[in-house]
């Protein structure tokens, strides 16, 4: 047998199996009594009700394992006993704090099972199991439920002058039989009985018979059911002015007299009644009237605390909608105003590039000249060139640093822009949303407009 245990009594249980194992192991081996494969046991709806199971010969079952299922439930099990315990792991719902075992009868062998206020739902095959030695026991349940017939007179029969008698009873379980008695309590000839089984699973049988007038006009209906030994019975008594009288001519009439006075007393009834029909029609059209009015004002109230909810709605949307526009107009300046930076940064980098070119190509015929110059030449004149060459170096010095820096900004402006873009960008996705969703508002107070107008036309 599986059993889902939790992590918290995962030890203990396993103390509990090994102990049971070990008993079971050192015990004899154990046989359920042997009994006729069709046994059954009957129970009424309501009532508590033993499925027995004994072990033969009369064993300690204490420290087994029993479990009381149903196979065609899931989960199957019914109770589980556990070393003389109840285990309810798995346990079916349906047979929660229903199902129970005799703990004081186990060490006799008795490994009944008690069940509490049995349904219709418990009618089935019980397995009594005991999984080491694998050996099982079957016990059909029938829940039966019954109730009181009710016969009811369902006409007259001219042709042989008796009276018809309907007999109808419901929730019946298993399905029952009826039965027609005489006053001698002789079965009546009647004609094949209907049976219907609900949804619920419960049988509702009728049946008619025709009762000729005799000297005692007392008829019985019975509905029984043998599996589970119950029988309800009604009785009627038919009375001599319910059967049709012979005919001639006093008797025709009387009847033709009798039935100018029902035709007549029925042409009153229709007028009456139709005359109530008319006015119960006309409060029903009133009524309607004035609930549908009540229902129009009340929906002409609510569109037009929705209208005001969306024009509210589309005021806020509008109002950010301008605040976008606002921004992506002051990012779209920024941007040029970026642009035109770098232009200027750019041109100034490239003048910068030209002089360091030319004090470069200064500086180069400067050493060219001072290294052409013979030992004897005017140290003045060195000196001097020495001079020009120390300040276009400075010159070139500062020219690359400053050139460093332009192409520092530069790079920065291109950042400033790129992100200027993205949020744009972003800015006027935000805008479309907000545009689309204004458009969706205006199509919801177009529809609303509608509805109102509408709803006076219906007045």
Known sequence: MAHKRGMSSVNLLSN???????????????????????????AMVGEDVVLPCLLEPPKDASQMTVEWGRLDL??????????????????????????????????????SLKLSDVRHSDNGRFRCYIPNEEKEYFVDL???????????????????????LDCSSAGWYPEPDVFWLDGEGNIMSAGPAEKV?????????????????????????RVQQKDINQTRETHIHVQDGSFVPPSDCSVSISFSVILGLTLLLGAATFIWLRRQTKISIKKLKDKVNEEQQQLMAEEKQNLTQKKSKLEEELKNRNEDQRSIDQQIEAFMTMSEELEEQRKQLTGQREEAEKIIEVNERKLKAVDDEVGNQVRNTVEKKAQGYLKLKELITESNDRLYKMKAAHQHVELMTEKLMGRTCEEVDKLKKRKQEIENHLEEKQKQLKKIDTDVISLLRKK
């Open 16 to 42: 509990i199996a090994v102990s049971g194992f070990l008993l079971l192991m050192s015990a004899c081996k154990v046989q359920l009594q042997q009994m006729d494969s069709s046994w059954s046991v009957t």
């Open 142 to 164: 029938v829940v039966g439920s019954v109730s009181s017939p009710d016969i009811s007179i369902a006409g007259l029969d001219l042709s042989n002058s008796g009276v018809m």
């Open 197 to 221: 089984r609900g949804p619920d699973g419960l049988y509702r049988v009728s049946s008619r018979v025709t009762v000729e007038k005799r000297h005692n006009n007392n008829v019985t209906c």
């Open 74 to 111: 899931e989960p199957r099990f019914v109770f589980v006993s556990l070393d003389g315990q109840a285990y309810p792991a798995d346990q079916n719902e349906a047979y929660k704090g229903r199902s129970s075992m005799f703990p004081d009868k186990l060490k006799n062998g008795d490994i």
